[in-house]
């Protein structure tokens, strides 16, 4: 973090080179634009400004699509299937918080927001996990903020009320703070620190279209310098909004490494998808197939009690036959 004061000029192109960069990002992403851009942001993004904050998160959740692991609708036995690529050499596309060869833990701190990222189709087996701090040390992140939910306006058929969009008391209350830290900074700096902040906020809360994982080059560049490469690769994970969840809630990225150290596998909910968002009804619905709370650890094994697959109702066993669902 810089505190020296900055010219006028500087503070001028400063604002030049991250209205190029906004250009730049609103632009769909090709692989012939990759190096050009990556050196582009290397050139003319110089400030960095962001906030750090230590906590603990005692819970988090990741939703697995199973056939996106398993190629087939399958019953997930090993927890390492669960988790991140373990492997960040097998990491061949751009995510929200990793470049390539880049292995995050990305997880939400609800199961709805989860469900929102993955966003399963109809007749998709999932497993949700539940993960639970088994350390009291507390995890250094960065926090993305200063972006509001973009939700209308609510009207209250009822009585007429006409409710103004929804805010975010997290990212609020991150927003202020780092506004009330910056006041401290001279002039010019401060107000480049309030543009750059926007600015990163930005790529983060934008919507891209994921088939095109180049789209995701900006955020992902930014990622790396917060988990990597500021604060001598000391942040653990990064904190940022749902974008699916219209900023209403955050996701978390964090390190591989640091994962491990602090969570422990807490329970499996495993579900047959019945009801998906285009469909109009405004959520999911799921039909479960079973839960599990015993593990082992040191074979990396899922204890399911498959004696309970014989209580199934007839609805689920017309589902599984329906969707080529494997639950031995």
């Known amino acids: 973090m810089v505190d020296k004061e900055i010219s006028d000029y500087e503070l001028f192109l400063n604002k030049e080179h991250l209205r190029l960069l906004k250009l730049l990002s609103n632009k769909e992403i090709n692989s012939s634009d990759e190096d050009s ?5 290397d050139k003319l993004f110089i400030y960095f400004f962001y906030s750090k904050y230590q906590d603990s998160f005692d819970t988090i959740h990741r939703i697995t699509i199973n056939k996106r692991i398993l190629k087939t609708n399958n019953r997930i036995k090993d927890i390492r299937n669960l988790k991140y690529p373990p492997d960040s050499s097998l990491v061949t596309t751009y995510g929200r918080c990793n470049l390539p060869k880049q292995s995050v833990l990305y997880a939400s701190f609800m199961q709805t927001t989860s469900l929102g990222e993955l966003r399963p189709q109809i007749g998709d087996l999932i497993t949700q996990s539940t993960w639970r701090l088994k ?5 250094t992140y960065v926090p993305i903020f200063s972006k509001q939910p973009a939700n209308k306006p609510f009207i209250n058929t009822m009585t007429g009320e006409i409710i103004e969009r929804l805010t975010n008391l997290r990212t609020l209350e991150l927003d202020i703070r780092f506004k009330e830290a910056s006041d401290d900074l001279p002039k010019n700096l401060k107000e480049l620190s309030h543009i750059v902040v926007d600015f990163i906020a930005d790529l983060f809360a934008k919507k891209v279209n994921s088939d095109n994982h180049f789209n995701y080059i900006f ?3 930014f990622s790396d310098k917060f988990l990597n490469k500021v604060e001598e690769g000391h942040i653990d994970a990064i904190v ?10 955050e996701n978390i990225a964090i390190k591989p490494k640091i994962f491990e150290d602090l969570y422990s596998l807490s329970e499996v909910n495993e579900s047959i998808v019945i009801q998906e968002l285009s469909d109009g009804r405004g959520g999911y619905g799921m039909e479960r197939t079973a839960t599990c709370k015993n593990f082992n650890f040191d074979t990396h094994e899922i204890l399911w009690d498959y004696e309970k697959n014989n209580d199934l109702n007839d609805f689920v066993r017309l589902l599984i036959n329906k969707y080529n669902i494997d639950l031995s």
């Open 37 to 41: 851009i990556r050196c582009l942001l």
């Open 135 to 139: 350390s009291t040390k507390p995890l």
């Open 219 to 221: 955020s992902a560049y």
């Open 240 to 249: 940022y909004p749902s974008v699916p969840d219209k900023l209403n809630s």
